[in-house]
């Protein structure tokens, strides 16, 4: 699997929440939606990314 480092201008810390190792699925959701709704510029794809590399480039 091929690791893409993933460049997003941050307006809130929430979305760095969601890249962490959550308990369970439910609660990665919700904080995603949370970083959704704190800068709604991000795209779902985006958030998804930044989910899945585990990690942003700042």
């Known amino acids: ?5 993933v460049d997003i201008q941050l307006a809130d810390i ?19 939606r949370r970083a959704f709704k704190n800068n709604s510029r991000l795209r779902s794809s985006d958030i998804g990314k930044a989910i899945e590399v585990g990690f942003l480039k700042r």
């Open 1 to 5: 699997m091929e690791e893409t480092i």
């Open 14 to 32: 929430i979305l760095d929440e969601s890249i962490y190792p959550r308990k369970n699925e439910a609660e990665t959701r919700h904080t995603a």
